[in-house]
């Protein structure tokens, strides 16, 4: 019976009553499309280390869809193992402050809203920051210090190659429990910390990590050589998100009841019974700000239905502390107050429907689909039918694209997926709408450019993603696609391009212009023999923000800034701003005309928030020498 009691058997038996109805049915769309890409790589031994995308070389592990069986039935035992270490934690932390039947119900209800939400992976930052305030408040019994040290390091290590920026923040939180914990790790409850036991800490956690993140990234097919991109590649997506999917499609009250969650969380901090003494209080704050910062700073940037991951994280996040005044009544009443203000900013719509029947026979169901070879098959083969219309590709595509290794701009990698035999050759970024600065958008180019370069390309639509101008996204890579790539062949809403010869010639200065935002700037085309067959592109140099708005770009999100084209305001990303946006196709092309990039007259920059100017734009017009196909 105590072990059926325990924390972590409890944890285990609510992710199985909280197991999610989404089927293991592969579908099409945006999501399942990285989805489907997480799943080929790993299978055809792609090194994503080297690929950078928010997700990294163990992205796959997030995805139950059965893309493959191998990666659906490792997702799926990934998925249930991490949802009870949530839950366990929960559990644990809750039974100390109430009883056991309240911590159960209460840790459903909360850790439900993780084990139900698309964006539910970085809850486990919540259940790690319960586990790092205990730590430093000398809440973990001695025994548990031996193991729980390198176990972290190997969560840490782990989830830095599924999503790289959870994995970052699970490191930073690890430096901050080492630092300020009472002893840093087995020298026992409340004792004085010295530099040995410190030392003996950080060499326990670093061993779990390197175990974890050395192993997994060898396995995955990745080198010793790939580290420095890997590394540079996640801190140019950390650095390049805000500026290319900062939105604002909620009320600006949600900032107001954020704040007002964070002051929750602070009171909890400054009361709890274990955190004796400014040392211990000051890590706790570290742990507790810098975990709530990175969740706030990821779903405010794009500030739409991703604030519900937010404050479900901060009730979770809560669920851990022991108020030292009254603990089961306080904490029932900060809960209490978390959950209505979670249900008046993101509304009923959101909330899950907390039903463990249906939760039990989804787990059922999906069991028995991972562990029968023939359901499998029939599920994958009746999912790729389905595809099949929906893509409706047409046959001659089809066949000019098997055999062949095959890059899909911008996103749709499913389709790969849906017509076997043709070979996944992703660009550098996975999906190059992803490419948010110059070193990220000109990998991909260089790529492009180089000797192993995709021998075809198939591109869909044009499709914007976020507002932005397809024929312009990212800029640089769009300009290496025109330069190194002719068309094969094209239908509606599909386009076939093949490797050719490269025809572009270095670019040409034709203009400087110095003006102001909402400015009309006439696009000063060449004139003269040939220059037809000149494309023309614009760097945006530089545009001047105001003080406050650039303190609070780099603290937050920066304003949305927009490149009007002849009237129409497309997404401008301002990471790659200053790289080549084509205005115009050189004249010998020979791109079907839904897939060439119309020619531009005017321009002009403008900037959410901020009226017209009189200075502060300086673009640069240039001419890309084009050889016509032919």
């Known amino acids: 019976m105590r072990i059926a009691l325990s924390s972590p058997v409890l944890g285990l038996a ?7 109805g989404n089927t293991l049915r592969p579908t099409t769309g945006l999501d399942p499309s990285w989805q489907a890409s997480l799943s080929m790589a790993f299978v055809d031994h792609i090194p994503l280390g080297t690929h950078p995308f928010v997700f990294g070389p163990l992205g796959f592990l997030i995805v139950r869809s059965l893309w493959h069986s191998s990666t659906a039935i490792m997702a799926s035992a990934f998925l249930l193992t991490y949802t009870a270490a949530i839950l366990g934690t929960l559990v644990w932390a809750l039974r100390k ?19 139900h939400s698309e964006q539910g992976l970085e809850y486990g930052l919540g259940a790690a920051g319960i586990w790092c305030v205990a730590v430093i408040g000398g809440d973990v019994p001695r025994r548990w210090l031996v193991w729980w040290w390198p176990l972290m390091g190997a969560t840490a290590g782990t989830w830095l190659l599924v999503k790289r920026d959870v994995g970052t923040v699970l490191v930073g939180m690890l430096v901050v429990t080492l630092l300020f914990s009472p002893a840093g790790s087995t020298a026992g409850n409340g004792s004085n910390g010295s530099a040995r036991t410190r030392l003996v800490s950080g060499a326990m956690g670093l061993s779990g990590f ?36 900062a939105i604002e499609a909620r009320p600006a009250s949600d900032f107001l009841w954020a704040g007002l969650a964070c002051g929750v969380l602070t009171v909890l901090v400054m009361t709890d019974s274990r955190l004796a003494g400014r040392r211990a209080r000051a890590g706790a704050i570290l742990v507790v700000a810098g975990s709530t910062y990175a969740i706030m ?7 739409n239905d991703h604030a519900f991951t937010f404050f479900a994280f901060v009730v979770l996040l809560a669920a851990g502390f022991r108020p030292s005044w009254h603990p089961a009544t306080s904490l029932s009443v900060c809960l209490a107050g978390l959950g209505v203000a979670l249900v008046v900013v993101v509304g009923t719509g959101l909330l899950p429907t907390l039903d463990p029947l249906s939760g039990a026979r989804a787990a059922s169901n999906q069991i028995g689909t991972l562990a029968s070879a023939s359901r499998r098959d029939a599920l994958m083969e009746s999912a790729r039918h389905q595809m099949q219309r929906s893509y409706a590709l047409p046959r001659l595509l089809v066949d000019q694209l098997r055999g062949h290794s095959v890059f899909v701009d911008p996103w749709a990698e499913s389709v790969l997926w849906a017509y076997p035999g043709m070979r996944f050759d992703p660009l550098p970024v996975l999906q190059d709408y992803s490419a948010y600065t110059p070193w990220l958008d000109n990998l991909d180019a260089r790529a492009l450019a180089g000797p192993g370069a995709p021998e075809r390309i198939l591109r869909r639509g044009p499709e914007s993603i976020e507002g932005r101008d397809p024929f312009m996204d990212p800029p640089n890579t769009q300009l290496a696609i025109m330069c190194h790539y002719g068309q094969l062949g094209s239908a509606p809403g599909w386009q076939v391009l093949a490797r050719i010869p490269d025809r572009c010639g270095p670019p040409k200065l034709l203009a400087t212009v110095s003006t102001g935002l909402e400015r009309r700037i006439e696009i000063p085309y060449p004139s003269g023999p040939g ?6 592109a614009v760097s945006i140099d530089h545009v001047r923000l105001p003080v406050l708005d650039l303190v609070l770009g780099t603290l937050m999100k920066p304003p949305v800034e927009h490149l009007v084209l002849d009237g129409t305001a497309y997404r401008l990303v301002t990471g790659t701003a200053a790289d080549l946006h084509l205005l115009r196709a050189p004249a010998g092309l020979g791109w079907a005309p839904a897939f060439t990039p119309p ?32």
Do not use: I
């Open 297 to 303: 700073r990821e779903e405010f940037v794009a500030h």
């Open 97 to 115: 402050v109430l009883t056991l039947p309240a911590a159960v119900v209460v840790a459903f209800v909360v850790g439900g809203l993780a084990a």
């Open 599 to 630: 020619t531009v007259r005017w321009m002009s920059v403008r900037v959410d928030g901020l009226g017209s100017s009189g200075s502060g734009v300086q673009v640069s017009f240039y001419a890309v020498p084009y050889a016509p196909v032919g």
């Open 531 to 536: 220059s037809a067959n000149d494309a023309v």
């Open 14 to 20: 609510l992710a199985v009553l909280l197991w999610p």
């Open 210 to 245: 390197l175990a974890c993140f050395a192993g997994a990234w060898f396995a995955t097919g990745n080198s010793l050589g790939g580290l420095p991109t890997f590394a540079r590649g996640t801190y140019e997506l950390m650095k390049g998100y805000a500026g290319a999917m």
